[in-house]
């Protein structure tokens, strides 16, 4: 009797130990071990993210079933042959479209969806709502509190959606992904408003960011951004999008915050390799423009927010970004800063701009 409780007062303090080391409560030694890969996979326009460790895969979305072909042999080099976990973030085409497929191909041992969703069926929902039940797929609902497993050492918590929305992207699962001192963060479809909404509830700051909906100008708010910090953004997009994807502005934006964005329509696939501590990227790196992998000057210390500036292309006056008094959409010029618009001839909103 007195043996034994010797013995676990000496286990628990060696865990005391280890967990003092490292601040996560995985031992550092045991996360340095085992490699994580993220892979943000080229899928055209669409997002599919395939997550590797400790021998598990899992998937976060598919693409478009038109463009399955370019998961497919992505996992097929990968040499994949079954997923732990599938997870959908939300029941856009462009993001599960492929998912009754990938359950044909492939050894799908659990799908995770969101516990909110909106009414709509379709074609697509139908046929994966049934390749789950011919497959007999356990298949787990997630919200805001919930974490799914993938093994010790890498973590995943889930922190939206919190209610139901009729909007799919709304109700788009996002997700942080823990591994030693790496961090990752998926935000499926999420619009600005429920960006601002999580970064006030929540510390997400992270290493790597996907860019919630494929870049959109109604996703990547200044206050998100600012809270998240990610030195490395990655857009997942195709090439000539029809909505614009990504919008120029958001391109110009992530580059106050990231030393690095990554847009899978130039960079191709993008993959991290993290060891618990460093992080490596492997993509494709091209140069002919301004948005590809890119070095942006400085920190998010030295570039402070109200540095985006908006000039309305018709009175040719510049605002701050938090101005209430922004032209529409279709009349601003975005710059870097008021010297910059002064060079092109705008003049400052004195109610806005602060000098
Ligand atoms: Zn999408
Ligand atoms: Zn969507």
Redesign the pocket.
């Known amino acids: 009797m007195k043996k034994i409780s010797v013995r676990l007062l000496l286990v628990s303090f060696v865990l005391l130990l280890l967990s003092a080391v490292n601040p996560y409560g995985t031992p550092a030694s045991e996360a340095k071990k085992q490699m994580l890969n993220v892979s943000f996979i080229d899928v055209g326009q669409g997002s599919a993210t395939l997550i590797q460790y400790k021998g598990k895969n899992v998937l976060i979305d598919t693409g478009e079933e038109t463009e399955y072909n370019k998961l497919k042999s992505f996992l097929d080099e990968k040499k994949v042959k079954s997923i732990s976990n599938m997870i959908i973030t ?1 029941n ?1 085409s ?2 599960m479209g492929g998912a009754d497929l990938v359950i044909r191909d492939y050894k799908v041992k659990k799908v995770t969806r969101a516990k909110y969703q909106e009414k709509k069926k379709n074609k697509q929902i139908t046929e994966f709502d049934n390749a789950i039940k011919d497959n007999k797929i356990k298949t787990k609902k997630v919200k805001a509190g919930s974490k799914i497993k993938i093994a010790a050492g890498a973590q995943m918590t889930v922190y939206s959606p919190s209610k139901k929305s009729d909007e ?2 709304k109700n ?1 699962i996002v997700i942080r992904l823990l591994h030693g001192d790496n961090s990752f963060l998926f935000t ?2 999420i619009d600005a408003n429920i960006e601002n909404s999580l970064v006030e509830k929540y510390n997400l700051e992270s290493d790597v960011l996907q860019v919630a ?1 494929h870049g959109s100008g109604y996703s990547s708010a200044m206050l998100f951004l600012s809270k998240v910090k990610a030195k490395y953004s990655v857009i997942s997009v195709g090439e000539g999008n029809s909505y614009g994807h990504p919008a120029d502005f958001v391109v110009k934006r992530l580059g106050n915050f990231s030393d690095y964005i990554y847009r899978t329509d130039r960079n191709g696939t993008v993959t991290f390799a993290s060891d618990g501590n460093v992080l490596n990227v492997t993509a494709k790196e091209t140069y002919n423009d301004d948005v590809n992998v890119q070095k942006v000057p400085g920190t998010p210390a030295d570039n402070n927010i109200g540095r985006n500036i908006i000039g309305n292309v018709n009175s040719k006056v510049y605002h701050s970004e938090d101005c209430g008094n922004l032209p529409y959409e279709k009349n601003r010029k975005y710059f870097n800063s008021g010297e910059a618009a002064e060079s092109e001839g705008y003049r400052a909103h004195s109610a806005c701009v602060r000098r």
């Open positions: 939300h856009d462009d993001h799919s992207n788009s499926g479809d909906h």
